[in-house]
């Protein structure tokens, strides 16, 4: 299968906020990881393991101390990357909280259409056209396009992010921790939503999250992240059989079993 997406030997760092220190903080450490064109990949580990920081890197919100980011095998800070313009718009994110990711001040009209009005040059007819198809995609009325944010439920602020993710027809999203900030059943729809977007769109997915559960039931592969660091990798369903590093087990165990 087609690698998309790949990070080699990339570490990022943070400054130390205390002078006295004299040493940054290594957040990313080293991580080599490779993204299947299709597929759902899994980032799992706990709170301030790394997770968020490499989407960060990868999506160049935050530029990296050491090592490159390839898009379809050429690097994304090579000067003659034919790619390397239209990288931002093929790769988008989702990120967790989606009370604080949406302008309050701004309509969902305008929110969906500003990365047009900004990547695009589509007609005003054209932009209408794709908004309203996006999102219905995901799974609301295009009357919900006159309102603003706070007239919205959590889970519904949530498809709209993702609508406005989605708007520029990525090839890879991130979706950083996407349900945490939901209820329980909120979070199973916006799970099932984004399986349903992975075939309708053709769209490769790096889900990001601590709920082994969700992980299970979603991914096609998963990483694991310690201190930082993919201590360990492989298909989902081998990966929860046949843990092999002590930190994989452990958060394995760690698991709720809901009995019948």
Do not use: W
């Not at 991580?31 to 709170?47: D, M, Q, W």
């Not at 995901?138 to 993702?162: C, M, N, T, W």
């Amino acid at each position: 299968m087609e690698i998309l997406l790949e990070t080699k030997n990339l570490s990022i760092e943070y400054k130390s906020i205390n002078n006295k220190a004299n040493s940054d903080i290594l957040a990313v450490n080293n991580v080599s990881l490779k993204i299947l064109r299709g597929e759902i990949y899994a980032l799992a580990g706990e709170s301030g393991c790394g997770k968020s920081t490499l989407a960060k890197g990868i999506t160049k919100l935050i530029k990296p101390k050491d090592g490159d980011i390839l898009y379809q095998g050429e690097s994304i800070y090579n000067q003659n990357n034919l790619s390397k313009k239209l990288y931002p718009t093929n790769v988008q994110m989702v990120f967790q909280n989606p009370y604080s990711s949406l302008n309050p001040k701004m309509k969902i009209e305008e929110i969906l259409k500003e990365p047009l009005d900004i990547n695009t040059k589509y007609t005003k007819k054209e932009k209408d056209e794709i908004i309203k198809e996006i999102i219905a995609d995901v799974g609301l009325q295009d009357s919900v396009l006159k309102l603003y944010p706070h007239e919205f439920s959590g889970g519904q602020r949530q498809r709209i992010a993702i609508a406005r993710a989605l708007v520029l027809n990525p090839k890879l999203l991130i979706a950083d921790e996407p349900v945490s900030a939901l209820d329980a059943s909120i979070q199973a729809q916006i799970i099932n939503l984004l399986k349903e977007l992975r075939l309708k769109k053709d769209l490769t997915i790096l889900f990001i999250s601590h709920d082994m559960n969700v992980i299970k039931y979603l991914a096609d592969r998963v990483g694991i992240m310690y201190f930082g660091s993919l201590v360990e990798e492989n298909y989902t369903s081998t990966l929860f059989k046949y843990p092999k590093e002590d930190y994989t087990k452990k958060l394995l165990n760690a698991v709720p079993i809901l009995k019948k």
